[in-house]
Protein backbone atom coordinates (compact mmCIF):
# COMPACT_ATOMS: atom_id res chain seq x y z
CA UNK A 1 0.00 0.00 0.00
CA UNK A 2 1.26 3.51 -0.96
CA UNK A 3 2.70 5.41 2.20
CA UNK A 4 0.55 8.45 2.38
CA UNK A 5 3.06 11.80 2.47
CA UNK A 6 1.63 15.05 4.76
CA UNK A 7 -0.11 18.06 2.71
CA UNK A 8 1.18 21.43 4.51
CA UNK A 9 0.25 24.91 3.67
CA UNK A 10 1.63 27.82 5.51
CA UNK A 11 -0.64 30.52 4.69
CA UNK A 12 0.47 33.98 4.75
CA UNK A 13 0.39 36.90 1.99
CA UNK A 14 3.01 37.62 -0.19
CA UNK A 15 3.98 40.78 1.28
CA UNK A 16 4.70 39.00 4.63
CA UNK A 17 7.65 36.83 3.06
CA UNK A 18 11.00 37.30 4.89
CA UNK A 19 12.33 38.40 1.76
CA UNK A 20 10.34 41.77 1.87
CA UNK A 21 10.80 42.37 6.07
CA UNK A 22 13.10 45.16 4.73
CA UNK A 23 10.84 46.38 1.93
CA UNK A 24 7.48 46.30 3.39
CA UNK A 25 7.46 47.11 6.84
CA UNK A 26 4.80 45.51 9.68
CA UNK A 27 3.41 49.00 9.86
CA UNK A 28 2.10 49.22 6.31
CA UNK A 29 0.86 45.51 6.27
CA UNK A 30 -3.07 46.68 6.41
CA UNK A 31 -2.10 49.41 3.37
CA UNK A 32 -1.03 46.16 0.69
CA UNK A 33 -3.54 44.83 -1.62
CA UNK A 34 -4.28 41.24 0.26
CA UNK A 35 -4.80 38.47 -2.02
CA UNK A 36 -4.53 35.51 0.66
CA UNK A 37 -8.43 34.86 1.12
CA UNK A 38 -8.52 34.10 -2.86
CA UNK A 39 -5.32 32.11 -3.02
CA UNK A 40 -5.80 30.20 0.00
CA UNK A 41 -9.22 29.60 -1.39
CA UNK A 42 -7.66 28.25 -4.98
CA UNK A 43 -5.77 25.87 -2.84
CA UNK A 44 -8.67 24.86 -0.59
CA UNK A 45 -10.44 23.86 -4.18
CA UNK A 46 -7.66 21.72 -5.62
CA UNK A 47 -7.50 20.10 -3.29
CA UNK A 48 -10.99 19.24 -2.63
CA UNK A 49 -10.67 18.30 -6.53
CA UNK A 50 -7.99 15.77 -5.65
CA UNK A 51 -9.62 14.71 -2.32
CA UNK A 52 -7.11 15.84 -1.03
CA UNK A 53 -6.66 17.23 3.45
CA UNK A 54 -4.17 19.24 4.52
CA UNK A 55 -2.55 21.08 7.41
CA UNK A 56 -2.91 24.85 6.87
CA UNK A 57 -0.47 26.34 9.20
CA UNK A 58 -2.38 29.55 9.85
CA UNK A 59 -0.83 32.99 10.31
CA UNK A 60 -2.42 34.88 13.48
CA UNK A 61 -2.41 37.89 11.57
CA UNK A 62 -4.00 36.76 8.70
CA UNK A 63 -6.29 34.70 11.24
CA UNK A 64 -7.14 38.01 13.07
CA UNK A 65 -8.54 39.99 9.65
CA UNK A 66 -10.16 36.78 7.67
CA UNK A 67 -12.00 34.41 10.55
CA UNK A 68 -14.18 33.30 8.12
CA UNK A 69 -11.08 31.88 6.15
CA UNK A 70 -9.83 30.25 9.21
CA UNK A 71 -13.64 28.21 9.89
CA UNK A 72 -13.87 27.62 5.94
CA UNK A 73 -10.47 25.75 6.12
CA UNK A 74 -11.72 23.68 9.68
CA UNK A 75 -15.22 23.26 7.62
CA UNK A 76 -13.73 21.25 4.51
CA UNK A 77 -12.10 19.00 6.18
CA UNK A 78 -8.42 20.14 6.98
CA UNK A 79 -5.91 20.54 10.27
CA UNK A 80 -5.70 23.98 11.61
CA UNK A 81 -2.29 24.84 13.10
CA UNK A 82 -0.48 27.98 13.95
CA UNK A 83 2.47 29.73 11.63
CA UNK A 84 2.86 32.34 14.43
CA UNK A 85 1.50 35.60 14.58
CA UNK A 86 3.38 38.78 12.92
CA UNK A 87 5.95 36.24 10.94
CA UNK A 88 9.40 37.27 12.77
CA UNK A 89 12.33 34.53 12.72
CA UNK A 90 12.47 32.99 16.36
CA UNK A 91 15.90 34.12 16.26
CA UNK A 92 15.24 37.87 16.26
CA UNK A 93 13.00 38.00 18.96
CA UNK A 94 13.56 37.01 22.66
CA UNK A 95 11.86 34.07 24.72
CA UNK A 96 9.34 36.36 25.82
CA UNK A 97 8.16 37.85 22.44
CA UNK A 98 8.35 34.69 20.94
CA UNK A 99 5.71 33.34 23.99
CA UNK A 100 3.36 35.95 23.37
CA UNK A 101 3.48 35.67 19.26
CA UNK A 102 2.37 31.89 19.65
CA UNK A 103 0.28 32.31 22.40
CA UNK A 104 -1.92 35.01 20.46
CA UNK A 105 -1.90 32.88 17.25
CA UNK A 106 -3.36 30.15 18.98
CA UNK A 107 -6.07 31.84 20.93
CA UNK A 108 -7.14 33.98 17.41
CA UNK A 109 -7.22 30.36 15.54
CA UNK A 110 -8.67 28.45 17.97
CA UNK A 111 -11.70 31.36 18.52
CA UNK A 112 -12.42 31.53 14.37
CA UNK A 113 -11.74 27.34 13.71
CA UNK A 114 -13.90 26.26 17.19
CA UNK A 115 -10.87 23.58 17.06
CA UNK A 116 -7.59 22.82 19.36
CA UNK A 117 -4.66 23.79 17.49
CA UNK A 118 -1.69 21.26 18.29
CA UNK A 119 1.19 22.32 15.82
CA UNK A 120 3.29 25.07 14.90
CA UNK A 121 5.26 25.90 12.02
CA UNK A 122 8.04 29.15 12.64
CA UNK A 123 8.64 31.45 9.31
CA UNK A 124 11.41 30.42 7.44
CA UNK A 125 11.84 27.46 9.40
CA UNK A 126 13.61 29.35 12.10
CA UNK A 127 13.98 27.08 14.96
CA UNK A 128 17.82 26.73 14.48
CA UNK A 129 20.54 25.60 16.20
CA UNK A 130 20.47 29.30 17.98
CA UNK A 131 16.76 28.83 18.58
CA UNK A 132 16.18 25.68 20.41
CA UNK A 133 14.67 27.28 23.49
CA UNK A 134 11.53 27.76 21.34
CA UNK A 135 10.63 24.45 21.55
CA UNK A 136 10.51 24.86 25.52
CA UNK A 137 8.34 27.60 24.61
CA UNK A 138 5.90 25.88 22.37
CA UNK A 139 5.63 22.66 25.45
CA UNK A 140 4.07 25.43 27.81
CA UNK A 141 1.85 27.34 25.47
CA UNK A 142 0.11 23.87 25.12
CA UNK A 143 1.57 22.67 20.99
CA UNK A 144 2.00 19.00 21.05
CA UNK A 145 4.01 19.29 17.72
CA UNK A 146 6.79 21.30 16.09
CA UNK A 147 7.35 21.17 12.20
CA UNK A 148 10.20 24.29 11.79
CA UNK A 149 13.22 22.44 11.62
CA UNK A 150 14.93 21.60 8.21
CA UNK A 151 18.02 19.21 8.04
CA UNK A 152 19.29 21.39 5.16
CA UNK A 153 22.31 24.24 5.11
CA UNK A 154 21.02 27.28 4.19
CA UNK A 155 21.48 31.17 4.85
CA UNK A 156 18.40 32.18 6.92
CA UNK A 157 17.68 28.61 8.33
CA UNK A 158 18.45 24.98 9.04
CA UNK A 159 20.40 22.19 11.13
CA UNK A 160 22.07 20.44 9.21
CA UNK A 161 22.97 17.43 11.19
CA UNK A 162 19.39 17.50 13.05
CA UNK A 163 17.47 14.27 12.13
CA UNK A 164 15.86 13.59 8.58
CA UNK A 165 12.27 12.03 10.33
CA UNK A 166 9.95 12.69 12.32
CA UNK A 167 10.78 12.02 16.39
CA UNK A 168 10.14 13.21 19.68
CA UNK A 169 12.18 15.99 21.43
CA UNK A 170 13.16 16.01 25.32
CA UNK A 171 12.97 19.22 27.15
CA UNK A 172 12.92 19.89 30.17
CA UNK A 173 9.30 20.69 30.58
CA UNK A 174 8.67 17.33 28.65
CA UNK A 175 8.55 15.95 25.31
CA UNK A 176 7.41 17.78 21.60
CA UNK A 177 7.29 15.79 18.64
CA UNK A 178 9.40 17.53 15.60
CA UNK A 179 8.35 17.11 12.03
CA UNK A 180 11.12 18.55 9.73
CA UNK A 181 11.37 19.59 6.40
CA UNK A 182 12.21 16.26 3.64
CA UNK A 183 15.22 15.73 2.59
CA UNK A 184 17.33 13.02 0.39
CA UNK A 185 20.28 11.95 1.65
CA UNK A 186 23.58 12.25 -1.27
CA UNK A 187 26.70 11.03 0.13
CA UNK A 188 26.74 13.33 3.68
CA UNK A 189 24.33 16.11 2.36
CA UNK A 190 21.21 16.37 2.59
CA UNK A 191 19.36 17.92 -0.52
CA UNK A 192 15.33 19.41 0.25
CA UNK A 193 12.67 17.50 -1.21
CA UNK A 194 10.08 19.30 0.48
CA UNK A 195 8.55 21.77 -1.66
CA UNK A 196 8.03 25.52 -1.71
CA UNK A 197 10.88 27.27 -3.58
CA UNK A 198 12.58 24.09 -4.13
CA UNK A 199 9.24 22.89 -6.21
CA UNK A 200 9.04 25.58 -8.27
CA UNK A 201 12.50 26.28 -9.18
CA UNK A 202 13.87 22.80 -9.72
CA UNK A 203 12.38 20.50 -11.68
CA UNK A 204 9.23 19.03 -11.56
CA UNK A 205 10.83 15.54 -11.27
CA UNK A 206 13.44 16.59 -8.86
CA UNK A 207 10.99 16.34 -6.37
CA UNK A 208 8.51 13.47 -7.83
CA UNK A 209 12.40 11.39 -7.94
CA UNK A 210 12.93 12.64 -4.01
CA UNK A 211 9.50 11.79 -2.47
CA UNK A 212 9.48 8.57 -4.55
CA UNK A 213 12.89 7.75 -2.97
CA UNK A 214 11.91 8.36 0.40
CA UNK A 215 8.45 6.50 0.76
CA UNK A 216 9.79 3.41 -1.59
CA UNK A 217 13.66 2.95 -0.22
CA UNK A 218 13.61 4.45 3.54
CA UNK A 219 9.45 3.84 4.08
CA UNK A 220 8.86 7.18 5.52
CA UNK A 221 6.20 10.18 4.56
CA UNK A 222 7.29 13.11 2.97
CA UNK A 223 6.48 16.42 4.31
CA UNK A 224 5.41 18.50 1.72
CA UNK A 225 4.96 22.42 2.38
CA UNK A 226 3.76 25.45 -0.14
CA UNK A 227 2.16 29.07 -0.11
CA UNK A 228 -0.95 30.11 -1.08
CA UNK A 229 1.28 33.31 -2.53
CA UNK A 230 2.68 30.13 -5.08
CA UNK A 231 -0.25 30.10 -6.91
CA UNK A 232 -1.06 33.84 -7.56
CA UNK A 233 1.46 34.28 -10.82
CA UNK A 234 -0.21 37.77 -10.96
CA UNK A 235 0.73 38.92 -7.44
CA UNK A 236 2.07 42.52 -7.35
CA UNK A 237 6.00 42.65 -7.73
CA UNK A 238 7.90 43.73 -4.66
CA UNK A 239 11.43 45.21 -4.93
CA UNK A 240 14.36 42.68 -3.88
CA UNK A 241 17.57 41.62 -4.48
CA UNK A 242 18.52 39.04 -7.14
CA UNK A 243 18.69 35.94 -5.08
CA UNK A 244 15.10 37.22 -3.76
CA UNK A 245 13.32 37.60 -6.49
CA UNK A 246 14.53 34.13 -7.86
CA UNK A 247 13.37 32.55 -5.21
CA UNK A 248 9.76 34.39 -4.43
CA UNK A 249 8.89 34.73 -8.16
CA UNK A 250 10.41 31.99 -10.26
CA UNK A 251 8.00 29.74 -11.71
CA UNK A 252 5.22 30.64 -9.99
CA UNK A 253 2.88 30.44 -13.43
CA UNK A 254 3.60 26.51 -13.15
CA UNK A 255 2.92 25.73 -9.33
CA UNK A 256 -0.68 24.94 -10.09
CA UNK A 257 -0.20 22.80 -12.84
CA UNK A 258 3.09 21.29 -10.63
CA UNK A 259 0.66 20.66 -7.82
CA UNK A 260 -1.66 18.81 -9.66
CA UNK A 261 0.70 16.25 -11.10
CA UNK A 262 2.09 15.77 -7.09
CA UNK A 263 -1.04 15.00 -6.07
CA UNK A 264 -1.69 12.80 -9.43
CA UNK A 265 1.78 10.87 -8.38
CA UNK A 266 1.64 10.55 -4.64
CA UNK A 267 -1.37 9.58 -1.99
CA UNK A 268 -1.59 12.79 0.68
CA UNK A 269 -3.21 13.73 3.83
CA UNK A 270 -2.84 15.85 6.86
CA UNK A 271 0.09 16.16 9.37
CA UNK A 272 -2.50 14.68 11.90
CA UNK A 273 -3.39 12.01 10.22
CA UNK A 274 -0.24 11.15 9.02
CA UNK A 275 1.69 11.08 12.41
CA UNK A 276 -1.68 9.38 13.97
CA UNK A 277 -0.78 8.48 17.65
CA UNK A 278 2.30 10.37 17.55
CA UNK A 279 1.55 13.94 17.73
CA UNK A 280 -1.15 12.96 20.43
Same mark, same amino acid.
Given at each position: ???? !?????????????????????? @??????????????? =????????????????????????????????? $?????????????????????????????? *????????????????????????? =??????????????????????? #??? #???????? #??????????? /??????????????? !???? *?????????????????? /??????? $???????????????????????????????? !?????????? *??????????????????? @?
Amino acid at each position: MAIT !NAMTVDVEDYFHVSVFEGVVPR @SSWTSMESRVQANTG =RLLDLFDEHAVKSTFFVLGWVAERYPGLVRAIV $QRGHELASHGYGHRLIYNQTPDDFREDVRR *AKGLLEDAGGVEVRGYRAPSFSVTT =RSMWALDVLLEERYSYDASIFPI #RHD #RYGIPDAP #RWPHHVSRAGG /KIYEVPGTTVRMGRT !NLPV *AGGGYFRILPYAWTRWGI /KRVNERE $QQPAIFYLHPWEVDPAQPRLPANALGRLRHYR !NLHKTEDRLR *ALMRDFRFGPLNTVLSGCV @S
